[in-house]
């Protein structure tokens, strides 16, 4: 490990560390433009130049590892006048539009010039103009604004796994660009906004509407699939304006997937702001005292004959309530899984994603059965990109072939190939017996069908046969869609011994009279029956138009919640604006309606509620922690269809009543996927459907 001193102050690092690094960890700033810790160094922009006691002028600190014996001054003379240098170079051609660029306030460019930079220009050319580039709905590009750091081209190349953008021309008349005009064909481009060190890249949605210091920053929690990404929500009085994202090493590292980004548009469109009552076949608007009391009437009438589905954004302090309700009132009617999923749920390792999101850094075979994470979940997909990038992760795939941002062996499209996986038989067995870590991950979509409970015991029969489950390591990984959908587990929010399914028949046979929908949009309503639907939640959607009665809540940016992410990890989604209208909280709207209902729930406050949460599963008293499972059997032994696997979205960007109303997600589906060919479609046949 070499030895060195940075401004007089000795210090020892690993060997291949970077001067720049090395003075990170002393706490001394240095410079950089082109520099990103999560990308490959060009060492190109120049701006993090130090002095090195021996040689002839400044070097790049980025690019040079440590040595022993090596003396290196950051702040001296030599290399104050070489970054002034640098940046009068940079300036030499950039615009002067800080008054107008969306970058202001938020510039590396501006930072760095004030801190580093030359209080003077001495140029008096006329500075370059360079012609905007397209790049999609949601990438804003004043390409004169570029200062050729290329970051933009490294993380399409290196993170989003997709080869869209290069450079063209030398020196001055070099430029970014995509070659062709294409919207960028990748569910990660957003962060190209963020990775740009300049205005040269925005985000297009934000364009001209509001200021950094306008805004009120809120930690919250993304709810667009179950990965659970920490975010930063960023409104203007009730109106959320963008959505960026938080640091989180173990979740989402510090990028964020396009939807979670973007579709908070849709959160001011089609919304419920009062309640509603349906009188002489039409909705009509009604106060609430009226609504809860009608609501609360039907529920008390019905007793057990009443039931509930949960929707995919609902949080857990709303679920427990729901839940209690039903239970006071004799219901076990209760599911969670709107999608008519078939799993086990009695055992937590049979669905949780048990080698956590960052522990597929440490596997090197991956089983993917049934699941594109592609659209399912980018940022498990951007793991995964990243172990094969850097340590050569072999990937299998049972089911239909997506194009994923990595290579992969496609073994098949049934089941049969799992059950040859199962019994040894299949060479890919053995591939994972060598593995050192082996994942198998099952996405919810293989699940969705009549034999589901059979493939879940077949996969975890698979698993346990070729070293997947062991001592030490757990690579049994479910991987979910649904935010909601952990937390629900967790909670037992599932109809023991049967599904969605066994509540759509007892409506159609009028066993159900009374169908409690809680943000449940992604249901066959007409399946329903005759039975009175309650509905409570957001967005006039598919359940808000089968309903009898409205009960308008609000969104999960809007109010404080507790989501559980797809490994099990329980993070707290926090208020960042206010609902429109008259919409409430929906605790708050379950805990009113079981007055009238006759059975009134024991909790007045959130904080009463969180209580008996954490004493209904432990994983709500972790906070910020994964809590692991047992390992133990689950499924059910039986015939597998050999009918082949279906993913489960063939439309990314509109998967929920929130994304569905997003104007931004409908330009996305209008210019690339009807633009492009769709990454789940192995034909190139373009899939335009608007339910996931």
Known sequence: MPKLKIDNVEIEVEAGTSILQAAEQLGVEVPRFCYHE??????????????????????????????????????????????????????????????????????????????????????????????????????????????????????????????ALGAMGRSEHMEIGTYIEAAIGSELSGNLADVCPVGALTHKPYAFTARPWELRKTDSIDVMDAVGSNIRVDARGAEVMRVLPRLNEDVNEEWLADKSRWAVDGLTKRRLDRPFAKKDGKLQPVSW???????????????????????????????????????????????????????????????????????????????????????????????????????????????????????????????????????????????????????????????????????????????????????????????????????????????????????????????????????????????????????????????????????????????????????GRAQLARQASFGPGEAREDWKIIRAVSEPAGHKLPYDTLGAVRKKLAAAAPVFANVDRVTPATWASFGRDGAVSATPFVLPIDNYYMTDPVSRASPTMAACVREIIEGNTAPNSASGAKKTGTHG
């Open 38 to 163: 999560r990308l490959s160094v060009p060492a190109n922009c120049r701006m993090c130049l130090v002095e090195l006691k021996g040689s002839p002028k400044p070097v790049a600190s980025c690019a040079m590892p440590c040595g022993d014996n090596m003396e290196v001054f950051t702040d001296s003379d030599l290399t104050r006048k070489a970054r002034k240098g640098v940046m009068e170079m940079l300036l030499i051609n950039h615009p002067l539009d800080c008054p107008i660029c969306d970058q202001g306030g938020e510039c590396d460019l501006q930072d760095q010039a004030l801190g580093y930079g030359f209080d003077r220009g001495r140029f008096a050319e006329n500075k370059r103009a360079v012609e905007d580039k397209y790049m999609g709905p949601l990438i804003k590009t004043i390409m004169t604004r570029c200062i050729h750091c290329t970051r933009c081209i490294r993380f399409c190349d290196e993170i989003a796994g997709v080869s």
């Open 289 to 567: 005292n009226d609504a809860v009391a009608l609501a609360g009437a039907k529920l008390k009438s019905a007793g057990a004959k009443s039931a509930a589905i949960v929707g995919d954004l609902v949080d857990a302090e709303s679920m427990l309530a729901l839940k209690d309700l039903m239970a006071a009132l004799g219901s076990t009617k209760i599911e969670s899984r709107q999608d008519g999923a078939k799993f086990d749920t009695t055992q937590r390792a049979g669905w949780l994603f048990n080698p956590t999101i960052a522990g597929l850094e440490q596997a090197d075979v991956v089983l993917i059965v049934g699941s594109n994470p592609r659209w399912e979940a980018p940022l498990i997909d951007a793991r995964l990109r990243k172990r094969q990038r850097n340590a050569g992760l072999k990937v299998g795939v049972i089911g239909p072939k997506p194009d994923l941002t990595y290579p992969i062996e496609h073994l098949g499209t049934g089941a049969d190939v799992l059950q040859q996986i199962a019994d040894g038989s299949h060479p890919f067995a053995q591939t994972l017996k060598n593995a050192k870590n082996p994942v198998l991950l099952l996405g919810s979509g293989a699940t969705e069908r009549a034999d589901g409970l059979a493939i879940h015991a077949l996969a975890r029969k698979a698993a346990e046969a070729n070293g997947i489950v062991r001592d030490g390591w757990n690579g049994f990984a479910f991987l979910h869609r649904a935010a909601s959908r952990v937390a629900a587990l967790e909670l037992g929010f599932v109809q023991q011994g049967g599904d969605l399914e066994t509540i759509y028949r007892g409506c159609e046979a009028g066993e159900i009279e009374v169908v409690y929908l809680l943000g449940a949009d992604e249901i066959d309503t007409n399946r329903l029956g005759r039975a009175f639907v309650i509905y409570q939640g957001h967005h006039g959607d598919v359940g808000a138009h089968r309903a009898d009665v409205i009960l308008p809540g609000v969104a999960w940016t809007e109010k404080h919640g507790t989501y559980v992410n797809t490994e």
